[in-house]
């Protein structure tokens, strides 16, 4: 049987919905808790009863959207399957997940806060890093299946993912290029996993 959803977590869920607006028209810094408030249609009091302050609500939108993305690109090695064919998989969802407007929206806001908050710029980026957990486990479990080169399993992910990120990340989000179309994400797949196992697969 399915949970029933309560009336405090639906008032949650809409103050997270609310607060992503919010910090996405405005900037964190100029988010107000009010108009937040007005947004979620609930009282201000109700928000701060479920988050004490911006700081804590912010933290709270990265680390929902952060388990999603980790759930959304996970990545298991399984020593039957071509090496190829598991890191497209992965590849394609990491570029579903970069062209999905919430990812982008929170993005902006966090880069817009490294220079004001670097504080909690860095906790932000930290939860990120998080989600890139399962690929790192994927190429030490291939390192020791004997199937890539001896490495570091965490230089080897940012290697991989600054592949993808370099194409369909970075030159959207500072320079305001459109998004790959369908085409131009399966190149960027092809050329990303066949750059890396070209140089790391034995």
Not at 130 to 138: A, F, R, V
Not at 151 to 156: I, L, R
Not at 171 to 177: A, E, K, N
Request: charged residues 25%; contains cysteine; aromatic residues 8%.
């Amino acid at each position: 049987m399915e949970k029933k959803i309560t009336q405090s977590e639906r008032k949650r869920a809409a103050i997270l919905a609310a607060a992503i607006e919010e910090f996405r028209d405005k900037g964190f810094r100029a988010a107000s808790m009010d108009s937040l408030a007005a947004r979620a249609q609930v009282s201000k009091r109700t928000v701060y009863n479920h988050f004490a302050s911006k700081e804590v609500l912010f933290q709270a939108i990265a680390q929902q959207l952060f388990d999603h993305s980790a759930q959304m690109t996970r990545i298991r090695y399984q020593s039957e399957l071509p090496l190829t064919q598991q890191l497209m998989e992965f590849a394609d969802k990491e570029l579903d997940l970069l062209a999905s407007a919430q990812f982008r929206d929170l993005a902006k806001i966090m880069i817009g806060e490294c220079i004001h908050s670097p504080e909690l710029a860095a906790n932000t980026m930290a939860q990120l890093n998080k989600q890139e957990i399962s690929l790192e486990q994927w190429i030490a479990d291939a390192v020791d299946d004997g199937k890539l080169k001896p490495v570091d399993p965490a230089y080897a992910t940012g290697q991989f993912i600054a592949l993808i990120k370099g194409n369909a990340f970075w030159p959207q989000i500072t320079m305001g290029q459109p998004i790959p179309d369908k085409a131009q994400k399966q190149q960027i797949a092809e050329d990303t996993v066949g750059m890396f196992l070209a140089y790391y697969a034995l």
